[in-house]
Every structure is written in C-alpha cells, then in structure tokens.
T-cell receptor, first 117, second 113 residues
C-alpha cells in the first residue's frame, strides 16, 4: 500500500486514440508529479503541480495534457501518441516542493505501462 | 550539466552476501541525495535521504554514505535477501529551482539462492 494509486496499470492504444491516466494520493500531500520511465534511461520529469497549480512543464509535447483538479488527483490526458511514447508512466506525490519540504521523499505509485501500437 | 552516474549497471550476488552500490554526481548546488528501491513492476520506494551534513544513514540492512567533498555516495546492503532483488536508483536534488531532481539510471541487483 503506497498511498498513491494509479489506474489503469496497463494500457494499449493506437496512435489515433484518446485515453487518460489517473493518479490519486491519500497522503495529504500538496505536490504531485508525472514521470516517464523508459528502459535503461533515468526517470524523466514531465510535470509538477503544487497546490493544484502547474509549476513545471519539462518541455513535454502537447500530445500529453495534464490536469490537476485538486491536490489529491492528477490526470494525464493522451492523444495522438507516437510509438516512442511507449513507457512506464509514474505518478508521485510529496509534501511540497521547496524549503524544508524538499528534504521529504516522493511517494510513487506503481505506474501505468503504456504501449502504443 | 547536472549528472548522476551509478555503478555497476547490474550486479548478481549470493543470498547472505554483502554488496555496495556506487553513485557519483555532478549536481550543484547540492541539496540532498536519495536512494530508492524499485521492485519489478512497482514504483520506486524511498530508502534514505541525506543532506549535506549527514555522511551516514541506515535503514535496516541498508546503509548509505555520502561524501559531499568528492560528490560520491554508496549504498551498502548487509546479509542480502532474495527480496533485495530490485533496481536501486540514486537521485540528487539541487537547491536551484523549485524542484530539481537528477536521476541515475539505477543498478539492477539480483540475489540468487
């Protein structure tokens, strides 16, 4: 039980489909993150939200569209993806992003394994 | 450019043996260094976080060391168990920017009976 739940765990979609990934945290955290994890590469930060406001977009293509309706929920809307977007997408949360909160760990969900056909 | 390099890329050891994983970084200015364990098919789980003033920190059979002068860290695993088989990821946080983490590619550890 990690406190961060991601659904679905697996997703297969065609390049023309539209789908959404969901993340929910039950830890009372204020910051939430989307990461992409590809084989043999470091985790890539995609987006950061703090108190529902997007504070970082790491040059992510517009075919990935995040949404954070409240501090407990985070979505990643997908459309017109490319085969190179196949990867494990991890959501994480933390108490905050700066100051003393920066010394607190991030809590990760178990990810959504995305495959683009 | 901020970088985190981990070695070895993979390691296989017998159950019950000890091992040490290495992490070298060039991140500046330094805020803290984290070690995560990632089981296959799961998300990373935090093992330790070390700030500039800490040079050793333990979590059960896991002991992390930090040398901020040489910008090196190690993760020592004592009396390994089959459940230690996982990827171990070193992450360094910079104080520059609101949330600036640099991730290593990880060490894949396999414990064999």
């Amino acid at each position: 039980e990690t406190g961060v739940t991601q659904t679905p765990r697996h997703l297969v979609m065609g390049m023309t489909n539209k789908k959404s990934l969901k993340c929910e945290q039950h830890l009372g955290h204020n910051a939430m993150y989307w990461y992409k994890q590809s084989a043999k590469k470091p985790l890539e930060l995609m987006f950061v939200y703090n108190f529902k406001e997007q504070t970082e977009n790491n040059s992510v293509p517009s075919r990935f569209s995040p949404e954070c309706p409240n501090s407990s929920h985070l979505f990643l809307h997908l459309h017109t993806l490319q085969p190179e977007d196949s990867a494990l997408y991890l959501c994480a949360s933390s108490q905050g992003t700066g100051g003393a909160d920066g010394n607190q760990p991030q809590h990760f969900g178990d990810g959504t394994r995305l495959s683009i056909l | 450019k901020n970088q985190v390099e981990q070695s070895p890329q993979s390691l296989i050891i017998l159950e019950g043996k000890n091992c040490t994983l290495q992490c070298n970084y060039t991140v500046s200015p330094f805020s803290n260094l984290r070690w995560y364990k990632q089981d296959t098919g799961r998300g990373p789980v935090s093992l330790t976080i070390m700030t500039f003033s800490e040079n050793t920190k333990s979590n059960g059979r896991y002991t992390a060391t930090l040398d901020a002068d040489t910008k090196q860290s190690s993760l020592h695993i004592t009396a390994s168990q089959l459940s230690d088989s996982a990827s171990y990821i070193c992450v360094v946080r910079s104080t520059f920017g609101n949330e600036k983490l640099t991730f290593g590619t990880g060490t894949r550890l396999t414990i064999i009976p």
